[in-house]
């Protein structure tokens, strides 16, 4: 049984910081893993994703420079530490790692992903 449990949302003031966490259980992620977040009445959109041997980066235009995500392969966590929060960062985060064959991707979903249940963010102004 594949599972993916983010933590670590909450309500924060801008200029604030979080650190959201991802456990995954059920395999082990062979390409990339990425996070996702969506804010209310907009699409899901890939914000930072993360190559799991390599561990290089990439991330959207609107969090670049803010928002830094980590992957620890030893236990199996992927993981984003978000700083200098803004309002328009509010939304419902999500971790995903792609089904086998498929890729990461910024912005719009594509391909099969294996989904968590996302967890909550809050900015306020």
């Known amino acids: 049984q594949v599972q993916l449990m983010e933590s670590g949302g909450g309500s924060v003031e801008a200029g604030g910081s979080l650190r959201l966490s991802c456990a995954v259980s059920?395999?082990?992620?062979?390409?990339?893993m990425e996070w996702f977040r969506q804010a209310p009445g907009k699409e899901r959109e890939g914000i930072a994703q993360?190559?799991?041997?390599?561990?290089?980066?990439v991330y959207a235009d609107t969090v670049k420079g803010r928002f830094t995500v980590s992957r620890d392969n030893t236990e199996n966590r992927l993981y984003l530490q978000m700083n200098s929060l803004k309002p328009e960062d509010t939304g419902t985060y999500y971790c995903?790692?792609?089904?086998?064959?498929?890729?990461?991707?910024?912005?719009?979903?594509?391909?099969?992903?294996?989904w968590g249940q996302g967890t909550q963010v809050n900015v306020s102004s």
């Open positions: 995903a790692a792609p089904y086998s064959g498929n890729a990461c991707f910024i912005g719009r979903p594509r391909g099969n992903y294996y």
């Open positions: 059920g395999f082990t992620p062979s390409y990339c």
């Open positions: 993360i190559y799991v041997e390599s561990f290089a980066t």
